[in-house]
């Protein structure tokens, strides 16, 4: 007998009209990759756990700062303690000596074998009478020594870089004390800045001829 499909017999079920739900995350995943997810977890925790009982390592101590070396004094020769500078094209020997008692010391640029000038008098800007100075203010020894500076070729601001150098050497050599002042001013490094060197095929160390197309 023919079934009426508008009769409720002829309806589908509840339970068969509901998709079928997926596979668990269990039946999908790979037995191995179960395993070694299993292991991870379960050293996560163990690791967790040990973690909680002792302390994690600490970084290494860093070094101290490394002490400077003390030198020796040097001895004075024929009463003065000598220093050689230089700067660019120029250099200076410089030499001092303790000033007299009851008389300031001074710092002479010695231009003939009997003629000197002074600071003033020899450098116009006032740029390097300071770097000529600089190493006596930072030691605090200005008017304390009689100074005296022989200068060969270069320029005037060359020249004055050299005396810096030249005064700071001598200074460490009479004494070493001065040394971690001067040093931490940078009067003590050569200053090895220099004109960089024309080019072949140029003009100058960096500039091109003009280019012309015809």
């Known amino acids: 007998m023919p079934t009426d499909p508008k009769s409720p ?4 079920s509840s339970a068969s009209a509901t998709p079928a739900a997926p596979p668990s995350a269990a039946r999908i995943t790979k037995p191995g990759v179960a395993a070694a997810a299993t292991a991870s977890a379960a050293g996560g925790v163990g690791g967790a756990a040990a973690g909680a009982g002792s302390e994690a390592p600490s970084a290494p101590a860093r070094p101290g700062q490394i002490k400077r070396v003390m030198r020796k004094p040097v001895e004075a020769k024929t009463g003065w303690w000598w220093g050689t500078g230089r700067r660019k094209t120029a250099v200076a020997r410089v030499r001092i000596r303790p000033a007299k ?21 020899y450098f116009a800007e006032e740029r390097d009478r300071n770097d000529c100075y600089a190493a006596l203010k930072a030691t605090s020894t200005l008017g304390r020594f009689d100074v005296v500076a022989r ?15 030249g005064i700071s050497r001598a200074l460490r050599d009479y004494d070493p004390t001065l040394e971690e002042v001067l040093r931490d001013k940078g009067m003590l490094t050569r200053d090895d800045r220099d004109v960089e060197r024309k080019k072949y095929g140029q003009a100058g160390a960096r500039r091109r001829f003009q280019f012309s197309k015809r």
């Open 9 to 12: 017999a002829s309806a589908p």
């Open 101 to 121: 008692e009851g008389a300031e010391g001074t710092v002479k640029i010695q231009i003939g074998a009997e003629k000197f000038k002074t600071i003033e008098q």
């Open 151 to 165: 200068l060969n070729g270069g320029g005037y601001m060359g020249q004055a870089g050299a005396v810096l150098l």
